[in-house]
């Protein structure tokens, strides 16, 4: 590559890696695990800048990379072999707000990959069915089912008290109110 191919490739890179880092910690819920993904879709970025720059819409074209790179992790080997959960620190967020974040970023966390980068393409990144399915490379048919069933579950973990289909050991549900039978009157 040129030297002004190689800082137009760089000065991208410098805007954009705050929001290449938080796409990816969504999708992550692992500081660590964000930084290589991160990586690996620079990488990638990198090997096909020539047909990036060309596009209408880089980010657009990063973030597809991103995520695919995030799926493509999460179907390997390695990933479903080595467990890197752990408990992250607590960040300093307004007062109200905290309780409500830890408890959507567990809810996220808790969600399946496909499902995670889904929603967090819908909602996060605020983009249409059409566009998170062409970021996913599946039809919007498949967006609307994964966005249906990972809101469901989301509800699911945030609703004290409701049962979660994903959770066996969640409360029962409740139970109807048995109705006293009738009177049967007979003719005779």
Sequence with gaps: MSASRDQEFADYVTARLGALRRLAYLLCQDRDRTDDV?????????????????????????????????????????????????????????????????????????????QRATLVLRFYCDLSVEQTATHLGCSAG????????????????????????????????ARRPVQPPTEVRSNG
């Design 38 to 114: 991160v990586q690996a879709a620079i990488t990638r970025l990198y090997v096909h800048w020539g047909r990036a720059r060309a596009v209408e819409h880089i980010d657009a074209y990063a973030r597809t990379i991103l995520v695919r790179v995030y799926l493509s992790e999460r179907r390997s080997a390695w990933a479903t072999k080595v467990d890197l959960s752990r408990d992250l620190p607590d960040k300093a967020v307004a007062a109200d707000d905290r309780d409500d974040a830890l408890d959507m970023r567990s809810a996220l966390a808790a969600l399946p990959p496909r």
């Design 142 to 173: 498949t967006v609307k089912s994964q966005t249906a069933k990972g809101l469901q579950t989301l509800r699911g973990r945030l609703r004290p008290g409701v049962a979660d289909p994903a959770d066996p050991h969640g409360p029962p549900p």
